[in-house]
């Protein structure tokens, strides 16, 4: 059962943890959906981080990082691009919810980057203005990727706009709210960036300070090892 205000490094070790189960196709008990718990969520949530990472359907949020009911509160868009309600979604679970720890989170062969590079060199065009949107959203922060993209295959360049995309995320969130910076200024939240692969099922985390990285991975290979 998760707690109220859990700790950035306590969060990261629960995500890593629950990750490595997943790789391991284990599962934690508490990750089962069961009435009982249903039922401890009739009054209240405490997720204990906040995930806001891309619509596709090959990125499940809950399974990849094993967890079940009421232990992530997941923000789903299309690129993993940020907006005002997305932001304010964000601003929600720090302010209502006590969450500390946010992720913004990639995955390989993401759909809207590759679109977006297609549009950037002129292989496509846009469909609509919303789908639009999101495009004008990721092109900022692939067009370094891009602009050095040289000899690199395909792959490789969508690979890197992938992360940069992530990066640019980030730094959306971290300086586009107030709120959000307040919190970050006071210690009170850690907002990080993240790719999960969908071949192999591992979630990569990005820029991770050195005292958080540290901290978390021990919690979580003693989490991983003794799953509940």
């Not at 959906?33 to 990125?59: K, M, N, W, Y």
């Not at 006590?98 to 297609?118: E, F, N």
């Amino acid at each position: 059962m998760t707690t109220p205000h859990v700790s950035p490094q306590q969060a990261l070790a629960r995500l890593r943890a629950g990750n490595e189960r997943f790789i391991a196709d284990t599962r934690s008990l508490q990750a089962l959906t069961s009435s009982s718990r249903r039922h401890e969520l009739l009054e209240s949530q405490h997720p204990f981080a906040t995930i806001l990472t891309c619509s596709d359907s090959r990125v499940p949020v809950e399974l990849l990082f094993d967890q079940g009911l009421g232990d992530l509160f997941v923000i789903r868009v299309a690129g993993n691009v940020v907006a005002p309600s997305l932001i304010g979604s964000v601003e929600y679970a720090a302010e209502v919810l006590g969450t500390q720890l946010v992720i913004v989170m990639g995955h390989s062969r993401c759909g809207a980057v590759k679109a977006t590079i297609d549009v950037v060199r002129g292989v496509s065009s846009v469909p609509s203005d919303n789908i639009g949107d999101i495009v004008e959203r990721i092109r900022p922060g692939i067009a370094t990727v891009l602009s050095n993209a040289g000899e690199h295959s395909p792959a490789e360049v969508l690979d890197s706009a992938i992360g940069a995309n992530v990066r640019h995320s980030v730094k959306g969130l971290r300086v586009g709210s107030p709120l959000v910076q307040q919190r970050i200024s006071e210690g009170r939240l850690i907002v990080l960036g993240a790719t999960y692969d969908i071949g192999s099922g591992r979630v990569t985390f990005l820029d991770v300070p050195a005292e958080l990285r540290q901290s978390s991975a021990t919690s979580a290979r003693a989490d991983a090892a003794v799953a509940p």
